[in-house]
């Protein structure tokens, strides 16, 4: 007795839920559902491990972080614009704000007998590696390609600098430099820095790191272990204090040239362009000193005019994030546990069940149910390809070689998804942006992990223009190049109104494989590792 009603409450339900699935189908194209749009808040800690709590969704993606950067150094072609720029115009107001008190805080100094002197960082304090950074290493840190640029004198000066230095000298501050470039790269640096105009830096206030191996280092460096960046660039201060200067004002760009005291005041510059953490020295806690954890970002890079220097995401805590959240090591993504791992695990306990149900359901009831479902980082995984691989520069004629090797792993789970839907009458649909003439590779990749369940009559890869590949008559797109969505959402209502297939559900990493309609669900997969609007 007890049995049967449980199943009778089960029949119940399974028919409630038909009747809200078939329900919504009408509602489906206009476009019901999730909101399918990029998050725009998040929280990161910058040391990277956020990924090891947050969501996918929750990682700021680091497509959007490059075109947020790229914006606010108004940078073309990995090339700052040297004339005008957000960070130009941040940089001339931290500048000016500085200005200010100056005068008053010399003569104070003055007044007790002190002899004031401010110190300035190299990189991103006085000289510009923007165009480094980005144009010559992608955001990809290369110490060879950096002693390149530092022999050559390549730098310009960071904005507004070069002024800021000599009024301070022409007050009569005493300067000094403290760079972590190497003993090895002060003539080239001290170079660099007259080249652009500073007439202050000589080599007898301008501290470089000692070449070699630690025990190097000048008596007055004291290391617990290691010499971190914080304990050489507190203890030089601390000598140049002990020769008889106050420090009233430390400059840099990273947290770590500003802990570890040895300064009055200290000036932080913007730099979303690399992190250098460091411990704080012992028995130091310096929480003012520590970078930001909460962000507004937007998807397509806009917040770079809005949100300021310390506002952006840096892009080496992302990676950082994203390595936690793939579990990677070396640029390989862990194939056995992350967080990203069991977030997949999640995604397909939850629709693995509401797939299997429908497709029976609407299989029974003789329609023709189907479950669409993208390549890329949907039913392939492309982290180590991206990461590893790419170094998450988009390499098209890399990706090809990957693509025509069959190199991508299945993505984590999504069997599970693909297995309940087909075994439980639905049609396997493919649709991927990749091209005609990657995809017999593709089906062969999917083919290794997904049981021959995807087949060529249902698979649709993009026309490449050339020879029979053409763009379909069931395609028309507002401008000749389609985008992702006209192209996706045309291809799904060609699947439904042609092929008489009834989309239940459509699975994609992009918001543009979900945007558009022509199907009763969308289902977002997480992906931070690039984006593609
Ligand atoms: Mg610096």
Known sequence: ?????????????????????????AAADARGGPRLEPRTHFTMAADGSSGATT????????????????????ATDGIADKASSPYITEMNAIEDAARQSLRSTYDDAVANGETPAIVFDADDSTLWTYDMEDGAMKFNFDPILQNEWVQDERFPATPGMVDFVADAAD?????????????????ATIGNLEKVGYTEFDAANFYTKWDGPDSNRPAYVHCQAACTTVEYKAYTR????????DIVLNVGDQWSDLQGGHADEVLKLPNPTYYLPS?????????????RTRFTMEPDGSSGRTEGGEGIPN??????????????????????????????????ARWAPKVRHTCAQLKSHHQRPAIVLDADDTTLWTYDMEDGAMKFNFDPALQDEWVQDQRFPATPAMDR?????????CRIVGLTGRNDNQRHATIANLNKWYDGAFKSRLYFTKWTGEGTSQ????????????????????????????????????????????IGGHADRQVKLPNPTYYLP
């Open 1 to 25: 007795m007890g049995s049967s009603g449980r199943t009778c409450l089960r029949l119940a339900a399974s028919a409630t839920a038909v009747a809200l699935v078939v329900g919504s189908a």
């Open 55 to 74: 969501k996918g969704a929750g990682i700021p993606n680091i497509d959007s972080v490059k075109s947020t950067i790229r914006t606010y150094y108004n």
């Open 171 to 187: 007050i009569g501050y005493e300067i000094f430099g403290i760079t972590g470039r190497r003993n090895a790269q002060e003539p």
């Open 238 to 245: 601390a000598h140049i204090e002990h020769e008889g200067y």
């Open 279 to 291: 411990p704080d020295l012992p028995r130091m806690n310096e929480p003012r000193l520590t970078p």
């Open 315 to 348: 892009i080496d805590s992302v990676k950082s994030t994203i390595r936690t959240y793939y579990n990677a090591t070396d640029g390989i993504a862990d194939k056995r546990h992350s967080p990203y791992i069991s977030e997949m695990k999640a995604l397909a």
């Open 417 to 425: 998804v693909v297995r309940a839907a087909r075994n439980h009458g």
């Open 471 to 514: 763009q379909p008559s069931y395609i028309h797109c507002a401008a000749a190049k389609c985008t992702t969505i006209e192209y996706k959402s045309q291809t799904r209502k060609h699947i439904e109104k042609d092929l008489h297939l009834r989309i239940v559900a459509n699975f994609g990493d992009q918001f543009s494989d979900l």
